[in-house]
Nanobody, 126 residues
Framework: QVQLVESGGGLVQAGGSLRLSCAASGRTFSMYAMGWFRQAPGKEREFVARISSSGGVTHYAESVKGRFTISRDNAKNTVYLQMDSLKPDDTAVYYC???????????????????WGQGTQVTVSS
């Protein structure tokens, strides 16, 4: 079992920045990959970013590449999402998720992840 708790969401103006955090507990954090997803009203949950268990490999959705950075601190059992140059289209509930072994491709798919946090709201005003 893995428990995930997100924090750091809020209201920000376009062009601003936010950093989301996701604290994990339960299974050994350094043994599984982590991802961030988001869901806007009336839309499906979509992949944002992923980081490998060691932190050495990252993937990003095209829509956030160059603006968002995923990172992790295995000593603190925490994954982060630094969001810069935010746009109104980034408004959504953001979820962190754990992809415990064995990994089930595609790693950008919702179904690949086994545990989810409760989500944190990010609102970007124009």
């Amino acid at each position: 079992q893995v428990q995930l708790v997100e924090s750091g969401g809020g209201l920000v103006q376009a062009g601003g920045s936010l950093r989301l955090s996701c604290a994990a507990s339960g299974r050994t954090f350094s043994m599984y990959a982590m991802g961030w997803f988001r869901q806007a009203p009336g839309k499906e949950r979509e992949f944002v970013a992923r980081i490998s268990s060691s932190g050495g490999v990252t993937h990003y959705a095209e829509s956030v590449k160059g603006r968002f950075t995923i990172s992790r601190d295995n000593a603190k059992n925490t994954v982060y999402l630094q969001m810069d140059s935010l746009k109104p289209d980034d408004t959504a509930v953001y979820y962190c998720a754990a992809d415990t072994p064995p990994v089930t491709p595609p790693v950008t798919g919702v179904g690949s992840y086994d545990y989810w946090g409760q989500g944190t709201q990010v609102t970007v005003s124009s």
